[in-house]
């Protein structure tokens, strides 16, 4: 899952009420709205980079 900063406390919790209370997130910077193109891009390609890792991970 990725979220940013500010959605830390209700992305936890709303893992947990799916049922998935140790699901591997990556939390980036808030706001994003206001960010460019190419800042998203690279926010994005940041993320990506650091989700990969998580997901192929053994739990």
Known sequence: MVAT????????RSAAAFGL????????PHPVNTLGAA??????KR?????VPKLVAAP
């Open 39 to 44: 800042e998203v891009a690279a926010l994005a």
């Open 21 to 28: 209370p140790d699901v591997r997130m990556v939390i980036v």
């Open 47 to 51: 993320a990506v980079a650091a989700l």
């Open 5 to 12: 900063d500010a959605f830390t406390v209700l992305a936890e």
